[in-house]
């Protein structure tokens, strides 16, 4: 059982938009700490996505963005490609007794 | 660039010990701290700890506590995992990340990201 909820999977066709949430709870991303999502394509290492809930790193596009509202986090992508088919994870701090860094279980994205 | 790049993959025996390495470059190394997060077959993302490259300090998730060490050796930029009494459930990708621990003392915690990640080290414990 993850901190962070994610839904295991979410489906599109090519040039959607689809979004990916992530809910959390009072002491993780409802206390204000920041989420970052990761991409982790089929049989590779995740790579980060988004860092600080909606900052791109370079070389990721910007059909790709982030947002925060209360306790949950969503990451969207819009123009969906089918090179966009991959797990997505999100990820914060939490601090509640024994917690610290906590991930998502992931969402599977399948491109139709 | 900058890069962490892993060990090779590892089969063990129930009840062995695993060492895992993780070589970085392209960064100072002792800015930094590494973070250790591993995968299930099939399964989600899941911390295991963290070491700082500066002074070593450690952070362990309390369900390896008992049997993990992170270590780091300045000299080759290199930081190491090790897990001991391995069970067949341990059988994971290993990856290693960094992970500069930025401090927020507002919210009194972390708030930064883990990148880059190494390319993960497959450990398969069985007999």
């Known amino acids: 059982q993850s901190v962070l909820t994610q839904p295991p999977s979410v489906s599109g066709v090519p040039g959607q938009r689809v979004t990916f949430s992530c809910t959390g709870s009072?002491?993780?991303?409802?206390?204000?700490?920041?989420v970052h999502w990761y991409q982790q394509l089929p049989g590779t290492a995740p790579r980060l996505l988004i860092y600080?809930?909606?900052n791109r790193p370079s070389g990721v596009p910007d059909r790709f963005s982030g947002s925060t509202s209360g306790t949950s986090a969503s990451l969207a992508i819009t123009g969906l490609q089918s090179e966009d088919e991959a797990d997505y994870y999100c990820?914060?701090?939490?601090?509640?007794?024994?917690?610290?860094?906590?991930f998502g279980g992931g969402t599977k994205l399948t491109v139709l | 660039q900058v890069q962490l790049v892993q060990s090779g993959p590892e089969v063990k025996q129930p009840g062995a010990s695993v060492k895992v390495s993780c070589k970085a470059s392209?960064?100072?190394?002792?800015?930094?701290?590494i973070s250790w997060v591993r995968q299930a077959p099939g399964q989600g993302l899941e911390w295991m700890g963290y070491?700082?490259?500066?002074?070593?300090?450690?952070k362990y998730e309390q369900k390896f506590r008992d049997r993990v060490t992170m270590t780091t050796d300045t000299s080759t930029r290199t930081a190491h995992m090790e897990l001991r009494s391995l069970r067949s459930d341990d059988t994971a990708v290993y990856y290693c990340?960094?992970?500069?621990?930025?401090?927020?003392?507002?919210?009194?915690?972390?708030?930064?990201?883990?990148?880059?990640w190494g390319q993960g080290t497959l450990v398969t414990v069985s007999s």
């Open positions: 990340a960094r992970d500069m621990l930025q401090w927020d003392p507002v919210l009194e915690g972390y708030t930064n990201s883990f990148d880059p």
């Open positions: 392209g960064y100072t190394f002792t800015n930094y701290g």
């Open positions: 070491i700082s490259a500066y002074n070593g300090k450690t």
């Open positions: 009072s002491s993780n991303i409802g206390a204000g700490f920041d």
């Open positions: 600080g809930n909606n």
């Open positions: 990820h914060s701090y939490d601090k509640s007794l024994g917690g610290f860094w906590v």
